[in-house]
């Protein structure tokens, strides 16, 4: 089973910044699209953002548009997610994953049924 590692995850103030680092465990994400997802406690897991394998395709929930940004670099075999103008309803467990393709829910983004493999997750918590 392929798994991936999510880190940077931290307690930051409304209005700052951070940046996730999704890197795989013994394989290359080259060939994969990677979404990244998010649970709230109390609620359903929620698409983010998605990138394809080559970069050239990218998609955001409307929720984050404008202040998220996903980028990947294969030769670094690692891909992130920029997290500008924090809000504490941002605040959750983050998670990535891997497939062939992301499938895009309109204002939604990546639905995480497509999605194959998953990290464990790092917290995201935005203090008002």
């Known amino acids: 089973q392929l798994q991936l590692v999510e880190s940077g995850g931290g307690l930051v103030q409304s209005g700052g910044s951070l940046r996730l680092s999704c890197t795989p465990l013994?394989?290359?994400?080259?060939?994969?699209?990677i979404g990244w997802f998010r649970q709230a406690p109390g609620k359903e897991r929620e698409g983010v953002s998605c990138?394809?394998?080559?970069?050239?395709?990218?998609n955001y929930a409307d929720s984050v548009k404008g202040r998220f940004t996903i980028s990947r670099d294969n030769t670094k075999n690692t891909v992130w997610l920029q997290m500008n103008s924090l809000k504490p309803e941002d605040t959750a467990v983050y998670y990535c994953?891997?497939?062939?393709?992301?499938?895009?829910?309109?204002?939604?983004?990546?639905?995480?049924?497509?999605?194959?493999?998953w990290g464990k997750g790092t917290l995201v918590t935005v203090s008002k």
């Open positions: 994953a891997a497939s062939s393709w992301c499938t895009v829910i309109p204002v939604f983004g990546p639905d995480p049924e497509g999605m194959d493999y």
């Open positions: 990138i394809s394998s080559s970069g050239g395709s990218i």
């Open positions: 013994e394989f290359r994400l080259d060939d994969y699209a």
